[in-house]
């Protein structure tokens, strides 16, 4: 069984910068494949950006559009953890993120029902 736990969010001022840290447990984390999602008050879990590899040390991300060139996915195996750093946030970036995991695959899927394992979620507000 995978655990996953969020940390990093926070109260930010547009324009300011958050890192949210996602520390994983419970299986070797080079093997998951990994995203981060985020939720707003009354709309649907959306996919945020994630990373995957095809075997290897090399992994390799993707982001919504919306996020291009703002944010920025990595991950130190060494330390079992997933990071999002945000920068130029934007106050509709508001909502809860959530970091998910899966085992294997070779690309970077959107699709948050084919992630196994969830964090409990990081509230992320940006204030105008």
């Known amino acids: 069984q995978v655990q996953l736990v969020e940390s990093g969010g926070g109260l930010v001022q547009a324009g300011g910068s958050l890192r949210l840290s996602c520390a994983a447990s419970?299986?070797?984390?080079?093997?998951?494949?990994m995203g981060w999602f985020r939720q707003a008050p009354g709309k649907e879990r959306e996919f945020v950006a994630g990373?995957?590899?095809?075997?290897?040390?090399?992994?390799?991300?993707d982001y919504t559009d919306s996020v291009k060139g703002r944010f920025r996915i990595s991950r130190d195996n060494a330390k079992n953890t997933e990071y999002l750093q945000m920068n130029s946030l934007k106050p509709e970036d508001t909502a809860v993120y959530y970091c998910?995991?899966?085992?294997?695959?070779?690309?970077?899927?959107?699709?948050?029902?084919?992630?196994?394992?969830w964090g409990q979620g990081t509230q992320v507000t940006v204030s105008s």
């Open positions: 998910a995991a899966r085992v294997g695959g070779s690309i970077v899927s959107s699709n948050p029902h084919e992630y196994d394992y």
């Open positions: 419970g299986r070797t984390f080079s093997s998951l494949r």
């Open positions: 990373t995957s590899s095809s075997g290897g040390s090399t992994y390799f991300a």
